[in-house]
């Protein structure tokens, strides 16, 4: 099975745990059977690789998202880096280019494409191995997932199916209604559309040459910013005469709000929590090293995290975008390539941050401006270079750096360092980076 | 006047803002005239000058608040220091002998008492002045403040008073009483017991000569530990026939809990907080520097600080004790004698703590066996003494200290630093204070 898993965008609807720069798909919240927590992408990840140990798994998804795939996923997984957002034609134009000229896919050979966040069991995948071995057949050009409602829905947009068969040709399509269209719809057998389909690597990208003009991947990946946003919905699904849908019947979520969240986790808290006996229905997921008390609550959603608190109705959860879209605020946690960083104090003149090197990796070789900084190494071994001399360090070595000065770390162990940043215009755009010397 | 304030122990009703080592009374919470915030000690310090600058105030607390009671109300307050706590009785008895020895206060000055946290108007410290004055008159050996109850409260003892003159004998006292009784109490006349009472100094020190063999206020100091523990109400107050009670009728709170300290807020919210607007009787206290977000709640408090968050109904947050009392916990922020310090992570082997020195102070000269110390200078000036080698430091500088090294910093203006404290078993218990040679 080719499988291609859309990594949709950042977004603070699941603020504080989600924002500019962490996706929700990413946040490890799902307790697995040896009581570790995994993320959405490693969940759906793992449970692709259950129902079909040889899929080839390709994640397109943007640059920003690079680094914490590799550290959740590990090297194996296939990324098809999007230079910049187009909208979901160009994004699967380009993931099925790469599936054919960097993993050498065949042009007839099926790719499943769903995306990265449903929360989903073992036999939804089986379903999309399903929907591959059709579109291997060649009955249709395009086999779509048509999800059996489960409620009258206005978030979905609906596929109308020729007949109650389990695969049946699509008779039309269904924008997003409202719940009494919805009725109706569902009284008429429509199905829900999670935007799931599979195709023969071949017909998308004839789709894509007959749109764009482009020679191969590489040629697609340089003129990617050049291209119009356009949906695969409306640039090839709408168009397609040629088109099937398999019904799939099992659980299906997508854990797009805090409320949906909450309800696919198995414990009602994750992280250091105490609810007294007066609670109902509360979830708590405290990201912090400090506890979080809760008292005669109801249907009530508790999340810390660096960036923030929240404190929500359970109802209420669905509005937080635009509040949260006004709170001007640092970055106060990221996942890097080379591990992660944690703002642990901000004062005038001073920024002090925790960083987190995998071993075998090291940062850009970089220089800042406007600041000096000092590393104090509280665990782990590596090496630094600065200004070219390299030298060994180890927990309690310091190793301090003017502004202007080129400077690197890498981890051999796992690496912990407290950073002191020292400067009146710390920002995070003071930074030139530099190739390192062999 | 010469006023006394008894200033209780840390407690946790009032978590995560009061701990261990951090008591109610210094937690900055009422907005002033000039927007700044005060704690509760500084407002009634601040409201005690304003009715009388030449009030001689002194506050009898233990040697834990000597740091915090200075940091804030500066070095003009007397501190009569407990050696440890020993109930009221030997508290006053303390306090009494201090302001005989210590400050020279005449025999025949009336000295008055009361609690450190009443929530109250200035027409509260004109009635203690009264209170003063009557006692001076020497019509009776005690004059109690009798407050006019607002309802039925199970929370108070009860005066009741001979007659309904502003100024009365007290006919007899009566223990916390259930709503019914406290209505029967109130029909009668009853008025509540605050624990403010005023005397001439000399009649509690010859009470104290009568109760506990003593010279003098060093000697009485010296043997402190040695005292039982015993109410001033049940070693003086109730045995007492030569007594009054003085009529109030202003406004009097005791911000014991979340529910009645929220209620004297000024303004809904302290800190880095967004209510969104279907949010009612809200309160949020925010000391942490990331915003707390809150949707859709009614009637609940929210208060995040280093060493934790609640969220809490209104009503439950009265039974927080017990669920507080259970956490096992580092203590993440306390004042100093020389400033603060906040820890700002924690690791395996490591601990990272931001330190504030207030100008003109200096830490203990001190070691540790088990762990060594980095000091990375953020901002500010001054002088750090390691193993007796002193060097001025500025922001920018860092000093390493291994275990076992005697080391100090001094503020000469306001100096900030990151400490990273590196070792397997870093406790606040390993440390080795010394006497700085000259």
Same mark, same amino acid.
């Given at each position: #099975? ?6 949709? +965008? ?5 603020? %504080?745990? /989600? ?58 997984? +296939?990324?098809?880096?999007? %230079? ?47 929907? +591959? ?17 489960? *409620? ?41 559309? +999670?935007?799931?389909?599979? *195709?023969?690597?071949? *017909? ?19 003129? *990617? ?15 397609? %005469? ?60 508790? /999340?810390? /995290? ?5 404190? /929500? ?18 970055? #106060? ?58 030298? %060994? ?46």
């Amino acid at each position: #099975m080719n499988i291609v898993l859309l990594s949709g +965008g950042s977004g603070k609807r699941l603020w %504080p745990l /989600s924002n500019d720069v962490r996706s929700k798909q990413f946040i490890k919240i799902f307790k697995t059977e040896t009581g570790e927590y995994e993320s959405m992408v490693q969940r759906v990840y793992r449970q692709i690789k259950t129902v079909d140990a040889d899929a080839t798994v390709t994640i397109a998804t943007s640059k920003t998202q690079v680094s914490a795939i590799h550290n959740q996923l590990g090297e194996d997984v +296939g990324i098809s880096v999007e %230079p910049c957002r187009r909208d979901t034609f160009p994004a699967i134009a380009l993931a099925t280019a790469y599936l054919h000229d960097v993993q050498g896919i065949a042009g007839d050979e099926s790719v499943v494409v769903c995306p990265v966040d449903p929360y989903v069991n073992d036999d939804y995948f089986e379903a999309l191995k399903a929907l +591959g071995e059709q579109a291997a057949k060649g009955e249709a050009n395009l086999v779509l997932m048509g999800i059996e409602p489960t *409620y009258p829905s206005e978030k979905y947009g609906y596929i109308i199916p020729a007949t109650k068969e389990p695969t049946s040709r699509v008779e039309t399509f269904k924008e997003k209604p409202d719940v009494e269209t919805a009725k109706s719809y569902i009284a008429q057998g429509a199905l829900w559309n +999670g935007g799931v389909f599979a *195709y023969q690597l071949n *017909y998308v990208l004839d789709k894509a040459h007959e749109l764009i003009e482009f020679t191969d991947y590489a040629d697609l990946f340089d003129k *990617y910013e050049t291209l119009t946003k356009i949906s695969f919905d409306y640039a090839v699904v709408e168009k397609e %005469p040629e088109i099937q849908v398999m019904r799939f019947a099992g659980e299906w979520k997508d854990l797009g709000t805090w409320n949906t969240l909450t309800e696919a986790m198995s414990e009602p808290t994750i992280g250091d929590s105490v609810l007294n006996d007066t609670c109902d229905h509360v979830n708590v997921i405290n990201e912090l090293n400090v506890p979080v008390v809760c008292m005669g609550l109801k249907n009530v959603i508790v /999340s810390a /995290s660096p960036e923030g608190i929240l404190v /929500s109705d359970r109802e209420q959860s669905s509005y937080i975008k635009p509040i949260v879209d006004k709170i001007e605020q640092q970055i #106060m946690f990221a996942e890097k390539s080379w591990g992660s960083f944690r703002v642990i104090d901000v004062d005038e003149s001073s920024l002090t941050i925790k960083v987190t090197l995998n071993p075998g990796h090291r940062m850009n070789y970089h220089s800042h401006q406007r600041r000096d900084e000092i590393w104090n190494v509280i665990s782990g071994e590596g090496t630094v270079i600065v200004d070219g001399m390299e030298q %060994p360090v180890k927990a309690g070595d310091v190793v301090t750096m003017q502004a202007g000065c080129r400077h690197t770390i890498s981890a051999v162990t796992e690496l912990k360092l407290i950073e002191v940043q020292l400067g009146e215009e710390i920002s995070v755009h003071d930074k030139q980076k530099f190739e390192l010397e062999a």
